[in-house]
């Protein structure tokens, strides 16, 4: 009975460091070098490191859809996102559009949505096609382009955007405008129920939240225990070039055992307790 309870702890021992080596890394903190762009969108990373989503630069820059994000999962048990950003150039006669949306997703969810007024994020029917918004998501929008048909509160604004739906929980119009006043700094905390943002021009955070909404279990939107994170960014009739310029998410560790532990450790206690049972069977008889 003995050899036996020592060879199956052994075999679920091996099993254990198997399934954990073979486990997809959460990680708990990424930086913009984490982010990659998506193969196939306009996003491209710049020689000096800088994440570039659109560029007004092209023979035609217009309809433009950028994405990029995480190389791994990260925890959104609670977190802290900090990065800057800026927009530049337009298209003469149109003006200049759209801006980007920094993006926490399911990792099985689409990177991207509409061009124009979906930031490369959300549901919209633009010049260019009807698109879906991405799933499972909570998007962060910085838009400076005024679009009424989804509730926009002006022409240059942040506001809080849950599963790739571009009618906002919450808006706060933003003033100048984020155009050619860059770089601008971006704060997105999570509590584990209030989601909170705030911008400036300056790298100091602002005292209190500009933006918050009560999202609750974020792992519920999400419907997964980790998640994607990055941007999206796009141009329609107006047209500029966004860049993200830094970046740095951070969650905070839970201090508990990874799950393959705990299993190992529940069927190992049931063993000991089955063996330690059957001796005092024996000395019994």
Not at 19 to 47: E, R
Not at 51 to 76: E, F, H, K, R, W
Not at 200 to 218: D, E, F, H, R, V
Request: glycine residues 12%; aromatic residues 10%; charged residues 10%.
């Amino acid at each position: 009975m003995k050899k036996q309870l020592y060879a199956t702890l052994f075999m679920l021992g091996c099993f254990g460091i198997t399934s954990q080596a073979h486990a997809v890394p959460v990680l708990n903190s990424v930086t913009l070098d984490d982010i990659a762009p998506t193969p196939g969108s306009s996003a491209t990373k710049l020689p000096d490191g800088v994440l570039q989503l659109t560029d007004n630069s092209l023979s035609d820059p217009a309809y433009q859809i950028g994405s990029a994000y995480s190389t791994s999962p990260v925890g959104i048990e609670t977190f802290n996102a900090t990065f800057s950003f800026q927009y530049s150039g337009t298209y003469p006669f149109h003006g200049s559009a759209d801006g980007i949306v920094f993006v926490i997703k399911n990792p099985g969810s689409p990177a991207s949505g509409g061009d124009g007024g979906g930031l490369g994020y959300g549901a919209i029917a633009t010049g260019n096609g009807t698109y879906t918004g991405i799933p499972n998501s909570v998007g962060i929008e910085f838009d400076n382009w005024y679009n009424p048909e989804v509730g926009d509160p002006s022409g240059n604004h942040i506001g809080i955007n849950v599963n790739g739906s571009m009618v906002s929980q919450g808006t706060v119009d933003i003033s100048p405008e984020f155009n050619g006043q860059g770089p601008w700094y971006a704060w997105v905390d999570y509590d584990g129920s209030l989601l909170s943002v705030s911008v400036s021009q300056t790298n100091l955070k602002p005292a209190s939240a500009m933006l918050s909404y009560n999202i609750g279990n974020i792992q519920s939107v999400i419907d997964s225990p980790a998640a994607m994170v990055g941007f999206t960014g796009s141009t329609g009739w107006a047209t500029q070039t966004q860049q993200v310029l830094s970046f740095d998410y951070y969650d905070p560790p839970l201090a508990v055992p990874e799950p393959g532990t705990l299993t190992l450790l529940g069927v190992g206690g049931v063993l000991v307790s089955l063996w330690t049972r059957r001796n005092r069977q024996v000395i019994s008889d």
